[in-house]
């Protein structure tokens, strides 16, 4: 399945930045900071490694369409799962890694700055808890759906002809967890479930 939703993907990357003289593309490296909503847990505390590629094109004189495909890291962290005189001492934390598609709308605000925001399509590529222990192993069911949707905003500041800076904000807007899931169908459960927030920096690099 991940092989199938990549290589669809790709192929259309591919063939939308290939597309005529008014597309542009890159790649881009950052880093993300991040949490997981509803976990117990507060604070981005999770850094990880944001890496891919993009294509854009003008739509109007001051709009413009971007598409990446990103790797990125996401989840949360417990600084304090060690620390036994902590009220968080224990609680388990959360290490995933997607496999990420944001579709952008750029507001140019001049030459130099965009505003931006959109959706996003995350695969799952590997997603388990931790414990004092280290990582906890998966016996049975899967604890993360595969599939994350979220929204997004950002600022991106045009550094150079080649070179810009990115800071972006997401969510997501449906819960990360199978267990949130049961929950809300069987149980009708008030748990607001779990989502995950990530704040990103990147560079991105204007081939």
């Given at each position: 399945?991940?092989?199938?939703?990549?290589?669809?993907?790709?192929?259309?990357?591919?063939?939308?930045?290939?597309?005529?003289?008014?597309?542009?593309?890159?790649?881009?490296?950052?880093?993300?900071?991040?949490?997981?909503?509803?976990?117990?847990?507060?604070?981005?505390?999770?850094?990880?490694?944001?890496?891919?590629?993009?294509?854009?094109?003008?739509?109007?004189?001051?709009?413009?369409?971007?598409?990446?495909?990103?790797?990125?890291?996401?989840?949360?962290?417990?600084?304090?799962?060690?620390?036994?005189?902590?009220?968080?001492?224990?609680?388990?934390?959360?290490?995933?890694?997607?496999?990420?598609?944001?579709?952008?709308?750029?507001?140019?605000?001049?030459?130099?700055?965009?505003?931006?925001?959109?959706?996003?399509?995350?695969?799952?590529?590997?997603?388990?808890?931790?414990?004092?222990?280290?990582?906890?192993?998966?016996?049975?069911?899967?604890?993360?759906?595969?599939?994350?949707?979220g929204v997004l905003l950002g600022?991106?500041?045009?550094?150079?002809?080649?070179?810009?800076?990115?800071?972006?904000?997401?969510?997501?807007?449906?819960?990360?967890?199978?267990?949130?899931?049961?929950?809300?169908?069987?149980?009708?459960?008030?748990?607001?479930?779990?989502?995950?927030?990530?704040?990103?920096?990147?560079?991105?690099?204007?081939?």
């Amino acid at each position: 399945m991940l092989k199938k939703f990549t290589t669809l993907l790709l192929c259309g990357f591919i063939a939308m930045s290939i597309q005529g003289q008014n597309f542009g593309g890159g790649i881009l490296l950052g880093i993300s900071s991040s949490q997981v909503g509803g976990d117990n847990l507060a604070g981005f505390n999770k850094a990880g490694l944001l890496v891919g590629a993009f294509a854009n094109t003008s739509i109007l004189e001051s709009l413009s369409f971007q598409m990446e495909m990103t790797f990125i890291q996401k989840g949360s962290n417990n600084p304090k799962m060690n620390d036994v005189e902590h009220p968080n001492y224990g609680k388990e934390d959360i290490t995933s890694s997607y496999i990420e598609v944001p579709l952008l709308l750029q507001y140019h605000q001049n030459s130099k700055l965009k505003i931006e925001g959109g959706v996003q399509l995350a695969y799952l590529i590997n997603g388990y808890y931790n414990d004092l222990n280290g990582k906890i192993p998966i016996y049975t069911v899967n604890p993360f759906i595969q599939y994350d949707f979220g929204v997004l905003l950002g600022i991106n500041y045009k550094y150079s002809k080649n070179i810009s800076f990115n800071s972006r904000v997401s969510n997501s807007i449906s819960p990360i967890g199978t267990e949130d899931y049961d929950s809300i169908i069987y149980y009708n459960s008030l748990r607001k479930g779990k989502y995950n927030s990530v704040l990103s920096f990147t560079i991105y690099y204007n081939l």
